[in-house]
């Protein structure tokens, strides 16, 4: 009942909300990102970052230090964190934080699928996996010829089953239907995740349906530039849009017509709250669509905090969590590859 979460959110989930609250203070302020951004050597953002509550995870870490293990630390704090808090969840929350990782298994079946097609070694590709998306048959993925294959024998037990109804084929697996693949499986767990969020109801299905509905909106645009000069035909692309969101049903129509960047600014500007992202871009330009895309989204988030007695703060902690982590990324690899003019080209501050 939406006004009066107040009265019982604190018997099951207040113990975590405070948890989570606690976890959001220990993000990267914008000082921490401007010091980041001066170090000289992967070494100096060791030692910046044993300050931080990144410290505990780095400090035994021997130099020199690589990129690759920069991330991997900082990505084992996000899966600690989840997993404690995962722990310690009653329904329905525990199933709640359940589907925040479902995108992450996505990624991984995606990944494991198209490095076998290019034989890689499954070994590499598993190590390159998101530890929040990992499950017990995974490595067996790496034998499926097709999409029927990859349901039958690996993933019919695991979360990802009820999605993969849309893309079941008995066409073999190339780079496009792979990919197709993905955003058929995306948009089927976002539907979920928005049909369940709005069943919880008050608070929770408010904020996490503006969270999802800009995150469906946001896959829809990059659909629509990333399939433009492809033989995907309007109904193909449509298809792959999900059915909520602000640009659903009408600016779907007009996103799956779109021939090139400018005509897709030309629909999003009609959407006064996607206004702000183009405005920042100059015609034809889409490189940087991503990090306004990114802006746009911590904004978002960081406004999720601002309510209490809802879930939405752990999907906000876990996506801050994880743009700090990719913002950690880019700086590294400026460092490491000693590209520090563009050290600011692709760093989102959160705070």
Known sequence: MYGFEALTFNIHAGYLEAIVRGHRAGLLTAADYNNLCQCETLD???????????????????????????????TLKLVDDYK???????????????????GHMIDNVVLIVTGTLHERDVQE??????????????????VAQ???????????????????????????????????????????????FYRFCQKLGGATAEIMSDLLSFEADRRAVNISINSIGTELTRDDRKKLYSNFGLFYPYGHEELAVCEDIDQVRGVMEKYPPYQ???????????????????????????LAFEQQFHYGVFFAYMRLREQEIRNLMWISECVAQNQKSRVHDSVVFIF
């Open 44 to 74: 100096d953002i060791k030692m910046h970052l044993s300050a931080t509550e990144y410290g505990p995870y780095l400090q035994n870490e021997p130099s020199p230090l690589h990129t690759t293990t920069i991330v991997e630390k900082c």
């Open 84 to 102: 404690h808090m995962l722990c310690q969840a009653t329904e329905p929350l525990s199933t709640f934080l359940e589907y925040i990782t479902y």
């Open 125 to 142: 590709l598993l190590e390159k996996c998101h530890p929040l998306g990992m499950f017990d048959s995974i490595a067996t993925l790496a």
């Open 146 to 192: 097709n999409m029927r294959e990859l349901y039958r024998l690996v993933l019919v037990d695991t979360p990802l089953a009820p999605y993969f109804s849309e893309c079941i084929t008995s066409e073999d697996l190339d780079d496009m239907n792979i990919e197709i693949m993905r955003n058929t499986l995306y948009k089927a767990y976002l539907e979920d």
């Open 276 to 302: 702000s992202i183009f405005s920042k871009l100059s015609y034809g330009e889409s490189q940087m669509l991503d990090k306004a895309f990114y802006e746009e989204e911590v904004k978002r988030l960081c």
